[in-house]
T-cell receptor
Framework: KNEVEQSPQNLTAQEGEFITINCSYS?????LHWLQQHPGGGIVSLFM???GKKKHGRLIATINIQEKHSSLHITASHPRDSAVYIC??????????FGTGTRLTIIP | NAGVMQNPRHLVRRRGQEARLRCSPM?????VYWYRQLPEEGLKFMVY????????ESGMPKERFSAEFPKEGPSILRIQQVVRGDSAAYFC?????????????FGAGSRLTVL
């Protein structure tokens, strides 16, 4: 069965802390997406990766194909990073399967 | 270069009415996806379309829901005879090619409330 699990469900941290959000999936994938959903509801695509590591500003995404695991890191976290972060997997087709999301709150 | 445009942003319908949600993909994108987010729940795939073709509708409820992406104009998600359980945010996304190899661009969503 194609499943995606995220942890933690909720994460509260102080401004400036290094943040890690984890995503595990059940079987082989063709790609993994990291999304950010703002408090207002809009969704922004952060990364799409199938191997290795990608970096954009203070955000870093890594994936380990053998361990079926991906992480999203945020360096020097800021209150504006507060959002729900969602990982989603392509299990060889176009039907993305989504994790339940991690609600991140950064306290000034 | 406008992103993915969805309208209406908010739609209120009474039970039994029809809801039509529209999505114009990003310029140059030929792949369109619809997702539903029920209150306090995660996103769920509904349907994947390319121009004039439904490629995968395995996430669509069997009745009352339909989608199209005509040769000209936006993609439309149509819900007939709406019920309270249809109240949700409906997101459209588009990509240049397969979502297995391309980043998705999401619209702002259409929030349907059924009274």
């Amino acid at each position: 069965k194609n499943e995606v699990e995220q942890s933690p469900q909720n994460l509260t941290a102080q401004e400036g802390e290094f943040i890690t959000i984890n995503c595990s999936y059940s079987v082989g994938i063709s790609a993994l997406h990291w999304l950010q959903q703002h408090p207002g509801g809009g969704i922004v695509s952060l990364f799409m990766l199938s191997s290795g590591k990608k970096k954009h500003g203070r955000l870093i995404a890594t994936i380990n194909i053998q361990e079926k695991h991906s992480s999203l890191h945020i360096t020097a976290s800021h209150p504006r990073d507060s959002a729900v972060y969602i990982c989603a997997a392509n299990f060889g087709n176009e039907k993305l399967t989504f994790g339940t999301g991690t609600r991140l709150t950064i306290i000034p | 270069n406008a992103g993915v445009m969805q309208n209406p942003r908010h739609l209120v319908r009474r039970r039994g009415q029809e809801a039509r949600l529209r999505c114009s993909p990003m310029k140059g994108h030929s792949h369109v996806y619809w997702y539903r987010q029920l209150p306090e729940e995660g996103l769920k795939f509904m349907v994947y379309l390319q121009k004039e073709n439904i490629i995968d509708e395995s996430g669509m409820p069997k009745e009352r829901f339909s989608a199209e992406f005509p040769k000209e104009g936006p993609s439309i998600l149509r819900i007939q005879q709406v019920v309270r359980g249809d109240s949700a945010a409906y997101f459209c996304a588009s990509s240049r090619g397969s979502s297995g190899a391309n980043v998705l661009t999401f619209g702002a969503g259409s929030r349907l409330t059924v009274l």
